[in-house]
């Protein structure tokens, strides 16, 4: 890859420090955004016919927080991968590779995270008692206890890799920092969102390790374990950048 030149680099845009260097859309990026887009329909309610009474409008309107829920994780990697792509614009065979692997992976996995979803959903409305959420999934001939953590298993497995994916985005970035004349705002940049993606895909091993060895009746702390990513995906970065400054004092 040939160094970026000067006049190039003054006239892209400006992110809080960061150099838009991939702001013009090309075909790689339209089929990513276009992927992401049909993983959202396949999230959205699936209805065979308008509701045509109250009733029918109430029943259908309890899939709605299933549907947000399993939206947010699709949704932050796909913000991941835009605003990775508009700040760096790196187009290598590599990150063309990860690009469709990531797609790939989004449109597996996008039932397994739905379906969790709609289990989280349920689990709540249970042991609050909030019937207007509940649309009797544990109650249903299909489901079954024992088997629950197959669920979860699929998706620490699908956080995993997609993390995975989005680490080697950042770290392939840094490989070519002297070709696209990397800031050292950008290169926190890149270590922190790296960071932050390696938290998420630990604390998926570790969601997984709970759900293989605990009881059906305890399944729910395999679930519990992400709620921590709050706090970790912060507190992990400024850390990190407490011991290890890019700029030494």
């Known amino acids: 890859m040939e160094k970026l030149t000067g006049e190039f680099l003054a006239s892209c845009k400006r992110d809080r420090g960061r150099i838009l260097r991939g702001e013009a859309t090309t075909r790689l990026e339209t089929f990513v955004d276009a992927a992401f ?45 835009s605003s990775w792509s508009r700040i760096f614009g790196l187009q290598d065979r590599f990150s063309v590779f990860l690009s469709l692997l990531l797609v790939v992976l989004v449109l597996v996995f996008v039932y397994p995270m739905k379906l969790i979803a709609q289990i989280t959903v349920e689990y709540f409305s249970v ?93 729910q702390l395999a679930g519990y374990i992400y709620f921590s990513l709050f706090f970790t995906t912060v507190v992990v970065p400024i850390q990190y950048f407490k011991y290890r400054p890019l700029t030494p004092t």
């Not at 109430?58 to 699709?74: E, G, H, N």
């Not at 985005?169 to 390696?198: D, P």
Request: net charge negative; with cysteine; charged share 10%.
């Open 37 to 81: 887009a049909f993983a959202f329909t396949m999230l959205v309610i699936s209805i065979d016919q308008i509701p045509r009474s109250p009733e029918e409008l109430i029943q259908l309107s309890k899939d709605i927080p299933s549907f947000v829920l399993s939206a947010l994780p699709i949704g932050s990697v796909w913000i991941a991968h």
């Open 127 to 219: 042991i609050f008692d909030w019937n207007f959420l509940s649309t009797g999934l544990f109650e249903s001939e299909s489901w079954s206890s024992e088997l629950v953590w197959v669920i979860f298993l699929y998706v620490a497995i699908g956080l995993i890799f997609l993390s995975l994916i989005l680490i080697a985005f950042y770290q392939n970035t840094l490989k070519f920092g002297q070709e696209l004349s990397i800031t050292e705002e950008e290169t926190k940049h890149c270590i922190t969102f790296s960071l932050i993606w390696g938290v998420v895909a630990g604390t998926a091993v570790l969601s997984m390790l709970i759900a293989s060895i605990v009881s059906p009746e305890n399944i």
